[in-house]
């Protein structure tokens, strides 16, 4: 892991374009070649980034981050503050709360929960940023990215929202849907998911592992 405090300008050339003025910020290089730009204003979304794999090329001040694509991160640096770099080793992952594993096992067991035609691609879909719970095709072959929650939170729609970001500039997947899924969803969560056009579900857990509900029973 490298971390670079810089005072820099970013230009971003790909599908899209933007642009970062000059300002201080912080350059985080990671071993997977990964480059992202950081402001001190947002607790974790980058500003840009380029997910791997792509290629770092350093000439002098000027630091360019190109994917197989074609797309570039141009950094333009007028003076670093600070740089250092530490080996973090091997990650061993996130421990998932044993209910959301377990609905997350469930849910790719029955995919067509999510609807008629719906497929299963893959269960953790590795991305730079973390693994997707689960990777799906609907039934026209659209990807869908499932965010599995056993409550439903505002944190987990801007989790949800960062990973469809990145898998939007896939070629190979995009455009690419999303839907949050939880045993509970909270009405704010609900209103942000529904205005960045995510789908929600509700998942009940029981029906996922064949149990009828004992509610209404008599005996």
């Not at 469809?164 to 704010?188: C, M, W, Y």
Request: charge should be negative.
């Amino acid at each position: 892991m490298r971390l670079v405090i810089a005072r820099c300008q970013v230009d971003y050339a790909g599908r899209l374009t933007a642009h970062l003025p000059m300002a201080t910020r912080l350059l985080l290089v990671k071993s997977d070649g990964s480059v992202s730009v950081h402001s001190d204003d947002r607790a974790y979304k980058p500003l840009n980034w380029m997910s791997p794999p792509c290629w770092l090329i350093e000439d002098g001040n000027l630091w360019i981050v190109e994917n197989k694509a074609g797309e570039k991160l141009v950094i333009t640096i007028e003076n670093v503050i600070d740089e250092m770099k530490h080996d973090l080793g091997a990650e061993p992952g996130l421990v998932k709360d044993g209910v959301e594993a377990h609905l997350q096992e469930l849910l790719a067991e029955h995919i067509t929960t999510l609807g008629d035609g719906y497929s299963l691609v893959r269960r953790e879909y590795p991305t730079a940023i973390g693994p997707v719970d689960i990777l799906a095709r609907d039934a026209g072959g659209a990807a869908v990215a499932v965010e599995i929650k056993r409550r439903g939170e505002i944190d987990g729609v801007e989790q949800l929202t960062r990973y469809l970001e990145l898998l939007n500039r896939d070629p190979l997947l995009s455009p690419v849907q999303g839907v949050f899924a939880a045993q509970q969803i909270k009405p704010q969560a609900r209103t942000l998911a529904e205005d960045r056009g995510i789908r929600c579900v509700t998942l009940d857990y029981d029906s996922l592992r064949g149990i009828e509900s004992n509610e209404f029973r008599l005996f």
